[in-house]
T-cell receptor, first 113, second 113 residues
Framework: DGGITQSPKYLFRKEGQNVTLSCEQNLNHDAMYWYRQDPGQGLRLIYYSQIVNDFQKGDIAEGYSVSREKKESFPLTVTSAQKNPTAFYLC????????????FGPGTRLTVL | AQSVSQHNHHVILSEAASLELGCNYSYGGTVNLFWYVQYPGQHLQLLLKYFSGDPLVKGIKGFEAEFIKSKFSFNLRKPSVQWSDTAEYFCAVYTGGYQKVTFGTGTKLQVIP
């Protein structure tokens, strides 16, 4: 089955630790995205990548980092600099860039204790 | 900066009632418009989209939306809701000027049998 996988589904970390969230897609899409979803705030764009080895900051990139070494993978690292990291993180991909339909993964709920 | 407003945060309807969810955006140029839906426990998925042409677009499960350029609106409608329509609905707008998608804050729809 084609789709986007995110792992793990739930993640717990101690304050001050960096944590990396995985996102893999087998849809052969060029573009990939990371969003943060908080109650009442919708989805806010963290980072996006239109092509391998290139990525841009979204609206709330501070305290996060990404890499795009392979077309199918777009991991997100939540660093200790992120002031409020507890949230639900969604990864998405699209075939034709930001103007096109996005396909979402199941999400990772990160809780920082 | 572009913005997307969904004025209804939580809507409760009885089955068979008609639904209209509002979506307004701030950008005056060319836009691509989307409605996404997140059913309980499921991935966020596309409900319908407008890129060009007929401003009345039809999506899955009997939903439709009308693009009114003069009002910067893309309201979602369904003539008769079902219990299975209980979900959170997100409006999203892509603008060429900003070259990224902005999501609204979402509307939680609860349909009572």
């Amino acid at each position: 089955d084609g789709g986007i996988t995110q792992s793990p589904k739930y993640l717990f970390r101690k304050e001050g630790q960096n944590v990396t969230l995985s996102c893999e897609q087998n849809l052969n899409h060029d573009a990939m995205y990371w969003y943060r979803q908080d109650p009442g705030q919708g989805l806010r764009l963290i980072y996006y990548s239109q092509i391998v080895n290139d990525f841009q900051k979204g609206d709330i990139a501070e305290g996060y980092s990404v890499s795009r070494e392979k077309k199918e993978s777009f991991p997100l690292t939540v660093t200790s600099a992120q002031k409020n990291p507890t949230a639900f993180y969604l990864c998405a991909s699209s075939p034709g860039g930001s103007s096109d339909t996005q396909y979402f993964g199941p999400g990772t709920r990160l809780t920082v204790l | 900066a572009q913005s997307v407003s969904q004025h209804n945060h939580h809507v409760i309807l009885s089955e068979a009632a008609s639904l209209e969810l509002g979506c307004n955006y701030s950008y005056g140029g060319t836009v691509n418009l989307f409605w996404y839906v997140q059913y309980p426990g499921q991935h966020l998925q596309l409900l319908l989209k407008y890129f060009s042409g007929d401003p009345l677009v039809k999506g899955i499960k009997g939903f439709e939306a009308e693009f009114i350029k003069s009002k910067f609106s893309f309201n979602l409608r369904k003539p008769s809701v079902q219990w299975s329509d209980t979900a959170e609905y997100f409006c999203a707008v892509y603008t060429g000027g900003y070259q990224k998608v902005t999501f609204g804050t979402g509307t939680k729809l609860q349909v009572i049998p």
